[in-house]
């Protein structure tokens, strides 16, 4: 068989950057442990050009953050035709867009939390809603930019509104949902699992708690009732469906156990280019489901196409 010569687009020009070299060389190491011809290819403005050149048979996308899982890279491969990997344009779009995703989720009966979207210049001294809340950029990814205001606060944070604010003019305002949190794994139709994240010396699972070894605490499978287990499969493979993702996904939830067992269990938000960094999810959800890394990043590859 024809070893596929595929080129890992990595790196780009958005706040995750790191992020995404990470996962990038990750992801390249393993790729070509399992066979392929692999060219690690650092994003810049002239990706168009470098891609025509490569010409190769797979884009892995390995990009986080805008233009790398928003619609626009995949817009660029669609107009290439070269296969690639995840979303395509339109789910992309949308699963970057917190507020277009939560409104087709909630369409489709997956519980969300209540949430408003303002310019972040509207916010000023008053509560847009009753504490405690969430502030979140619309369209940012791995915690940048997330503030929560607690019960107690007498005024909004004002990095919001400073000049300090690097994550756009349009944030989300969500209800604050206590309790637990959970991550679930769907690879093409397949549900792969549950992990509990349970952040070590931060107030949430922010930035550092995601990407700096020990910052967090993964249970892989999580402990949960069968029944709550089972509905957040259901939710997941549900949200994944709904927002018209491919490959692999990773939907996160809240869930607030602490009055009930049954608690409420809200979905956050649905990843459609999971890290894959020593310390991501995907990679430890799907080990738990008997799937190695290699396997994992193989088949991500042969499920590539375009018009996804």
């Known amino acids: 068989m024809k070893r596929k010569n595929v080129a890992v687009l990595m790196g780009g020009f958005s706040s995750e950057r790191p992020v995404s070299l990470s996962s990038g060389t990750a992801c390249a190491d393993a790729l070509e442990v399992e066979g392929y011809a692999v060219t690690r290819v650092d994003v ?3 990706v168009a050009r470098v891609l025509s050149e490569l010409n190769p048979d797979v884009a892995f996308n390995a990009l986080h953050g805008p233009f790398g899982e928003d619609g626009a890279i995949q817009g660029i491969l669609e107009y290439l035709d070269i296969p690639y990997t995840h979303s395509g344009v339109l789910a992309s779009a949308l699963a970057m ?3 277009l995703a939560k409104t087709v989720a909630k369409a489709e009966g997956i519980p969300v939390a209540d949430a408003l979207v303002v310019n972040r210049f509207e916010i000023g001294n008053e509560h847009p809603m009753a504490p405690p809340y969430v502030v ?3 369209n940012e990814g791995s915690s940048f930019g997330v503030v929560i205001v607690t019960e107690g606060q007498s005024n909004p944070p004002q990095i919001i509104s400073s000049t300090e604010w690097q994550y756009g003019e349009r944030v989300m305002v969500e209800r604050y949902i206590a309790g637990r949190e959970f991550t679930c794994a769907v690879m093409g139709e397949r549900v792969l699992g549950i992990a509990e994240i349970i952040p070590v010396g931060h107030a949430f699972y922010d930035y550092d708690s995601k990407y ?3 910052g967090s605490k993964h249970e892989c499978p999580a402990k949960l009732s069968p029944n709550i287990y089972q ?3 259901t939710l997941a493979l549900k949200a994944h469906k709904a927002i018209g993702c491919r490959g692999v996904s990773r939907s996160d939830f ?3 156990d602490r009055k009930s067992d049954d608690g409420e269990l809200v979905w956050l938000e649905v990843n459609t280019q999971p890290g894959m960094t020593p310390t991501s999810l995907v990679p430890e959800i799907a080990a738990a489901a008997g799937i190695g890394f290699g396997e994992l990043l193989s088949w991500i590859v042969e499920d590539a196409s375009c018009s996804r």
């Open 212 to 214: 700096v070894p020990g």
């Open 136 to 138: 979140k950029p619309v």
């Open 44 to 46: 810049g403005r002239d």
């Open 254 to 256: 809240r869930f607030d």
């Open 231 to 233: 509905k957040i499969e």
């Open 97 to 99: 867009d917190k507020q």
